[in-house]
């Protein structure tokens, strides 16, 4: 029924783009140039394949919104490690391990430290006291700096004697990928544990949806003025908009054709495959600058198979500046194109069927699609202007020309404002998911510049991997005084910690490890009392008030519960702005407050003689896995 439909769609849309392009005289007449005709046959074929690949993308994702098809299954039926490259994260890791070790204590946190040049081994190294599943592997030169394949392979290379164990265990080991800013949501786990995902034994990876954790921000470029804030605002809501509607349909529909594609941020891959890849490429990522969606390629030429998911995300930065994100797509454009080296392999290993390669091809094609487009249509219509002066000015050719823009043009991408508003719960109103469509015309075709640039890499041999600033690289915090009030305070009043332990029937441990617990989840509270303070969502903001608030009192965290009052008495008076304010003063305090904790917590660990053990057989030549303290 699906090929039937495919079938006449595109019979259609090619009906329609020979009447317009063909016969309507706006670009000339055929018959009279052959190089006119077989440009007006170009543009008829992509104008038909892209509108019925449009249309295959809007059912298949309409149809996955009304009726969700994955389930949950047990994850504690499988091990989980994940794995998070970095390169110059201070500003954003810390965040990163909290929020994966709090929201799932069975998972194993491999923080990959590319030879940072800031204090990214640091903030990790200062985990690894309260957090003996948080492991920190360092790459040294020169071995370094040569790619994030080459990381993930260093450090699979480690989990893999880590876990060690029959082939049984092995299949039942899942490792993930997450990008040193990613945050998955509280269901991750239970969703990859279901029987569409890692609940059948034979997905070999699943790829999770991705969203944009500060979509809501309202100052997403502090320290600049209006108009440029509003311009980051909405380059922040496209890239959500993009990833959770014509990027997450296009995985959806790979569902059906078998051919889903991993991403470098949220991809899960069982233990057992990347054995298999490792055998037969020496390594299970490649060199290639899109080694993520390489890594799919290359599970599906194995004849594996590979399922992707909505109903669990992963969170990251979207990045409000143009010049950064023009930067970051053109190098996954120049990626794509060099996967295309992939093609023949897969055609040869006739484990895809005709629908998943004629998916896989189209992907493949659209840089040159791009470029037909880019040069094609403008160099007829000025044709057509120059050749037909008089008629091409007339009404009926500008009533053509209109027509066409708005079915060719516009509805392709405007459609996806009111999908998106679809998706999100009604997270955008009406009017602004109809101008968040509108937007995404001018959005789409930024694709122009990023296939351009990356084009002009691949031929003049720049095939470097070029990190992307983050949004909080280059700001530092600086020393806040604090009011006499809140200095008077005690940082920790450590007799509570007794109190703690006698209220666990004496169990030293139990109290050290309550703490140590709290101190993990600190930049994740931390970070949750910033973004709601950033989209100004007063709702939030109590929340997270209240959580900081409560959990110092639970641990004695005496300044600090202070501090959070203040804010919440700020935020009663509805004061925004002062709540502002005051947060550097309460991230101050934690910090402070944490890094107490961390000596107290060595030292009666010591005490207690209870050190955690640093496994010594995961190194490797110029390769080192840091000791705990």
């Known amino acids: ?107 194993h946190v491999w923080v990959i430290d590319d030879a940072s040049e800031d204090s990214t081994a640091s903030v990790v190294q200062d985990l690894m006291v309260f957090d003996d599943r948080v492991h920190l592997i360092a790459r040294v030169a020169p071995d370094a700096r040569t790619g994030k394949g080459d990381a993930l392979n260093a450090a699979y290379r480690i989990v893999s004697d880590h876990v060690g164990g029959d082939a049984e265990e092995r299949h039942g080991t899942v490792v993930g990928v997450l990008d040193a800013d990613g945050f998955l949501s509280d269901n991750a786990l239970t969703i990859l544990a279901g029987p569409e995902s890692f609940g059948d034994r034979r997905i070999g990876a699943v790829q999770l949806e991705v969203w944009m954790k500060n979509r809501g921000d309202r100052r997403p470029r502090p320290g600049e003025g209006k108009l440029r804030n509003a311009i980051g605002r909405l380059l922040v809501r496209m890239q959500d908009l993009e990833f959770r509607t014509t990027n997450s349909a296009m995985q959806v529909l790979r569902v059906r054709t078998g051919t889903v594609g991993m991403g470098g941020n949220g991809q899960f891959t069982r233990l057992s495959v990347l054995d298999t890849l490792a055998e037969e490429h020496d390594r299970p990522w490649g060199k290639k600058l899109c080694e993520d969606y390489e890594l799919g390629l290359n599970i599906l030429g194995q004849g594996m198979r590979n399922h992707y998911t909505r109903e669990a995300h992963v969170s990251q930065e979207a990045l409000p500046f143009t010049r950064r994100l023009i930067t970051q797509r053109t190098r996954w454009a120049q990626g794509n194109m060099e996967c295309a080296s992939a093609l023949p392999g897969l055609r040869r290993s006739g484990h895809l069927r005709t629908a998943g390669l004629v998916e896989i091809h189209y992907f493949m094609l659209q840089p040159l699609v791009v470029m037909l487009n880019l040069v094609l249509v403008p160099l007829l219509l000025i044709l057509g202007a120059l050749e037909e002066r008089s008629g091409f000015w007339s009404a009926s050719t500008w009533l053509t020309l209109v027509l066409a823009g708005l079915f060719f043009l516009v509805l392709p991408y405007a459609a996806w404002g009111l999908v998106y508003r679809r998706a999100t719960g009604g997270e955008v109103s009406l009017f602004g998911a109809v101008g968040l469509g509108l937007a995404n015309l001018v959005y789409v075709y930024l694709t122009y510049v990023y296939y351009l640039r990356a084009t002009w890499r691949a031929v003049t041999g720049r095939t470097a991997w070029a990190k992307t600033r983050r949004n909080a690289d280059g700001r530092h915090l600086i020393p ?150």
């Open 1 to 107: 029924m699906r090929t039937a439909v495919t079938v006449c769609l595109a019979v259609l849309y090619a009906l329609l783009a020979v009447v317009v392009f063909g016969l309507s005289g706006v670009f000339g007449g055929l018959g009279e140039a052959l190089w006119r005709d077989i440009a007006v046959l170009l543009l008829t074929i992509v104008a038909a394949c892209a509108l019925t690949y449009v249309s295959l993308l809007l059912m298949s994702f309409l149809h996955a919104l009304r009726h969700p098809r994955d389930s949950t299954g047990d994850p504690d039926a499988l091990q989980w490690h994940v794995l998070v490259p970095c390169r110059d994260e201070e500003s954003v890791i810390a965040e990163t391990v909290s929020a994966a070790r709090t929201s799932f204590p069975g998972m």
């Open 480 to 629: 806040v005084p604090l009011p006499a009030a809140l200095e008077a305070l005690p940082l920790m009043r450590l007799e509570q910690l007794e109190e703690l332990t006698a209220d666990l029937e004496g169990r030293s441990d139990l109290g050290i490890d309550f703490v140590a617990a709290w101190a993990v989840m600190w930049p994740t509270r931390s970070s949750r009392l910033e973004r709601a303070i950033a989209a100004e969502e007063r709702t939030a903001v109590r929340d997270a008030i209240g959580s900081v608030r409560v959990s110092s009192a639970m641990v004695g965290a005496a300044r600090l519960e202070q501090a959070a009052a203040d804010l919440e008495l700020a935020l009663a008076r509805g004061d925004l702005e002062a709540c502002r304010a005051q947060l550097p003063v309460v991230t101050a305090i934690g910090q402070d407050t944490v890094g107490l904790l961390r000596q107290e917590v060595s030292v009666r660990r010591s005490l207690l003689q209870t050190p955690h053990q640093v496994d010594t057989a995961l190194t490797e030549l110029r390769m080192v896995t840091v000791p705990r303290a």
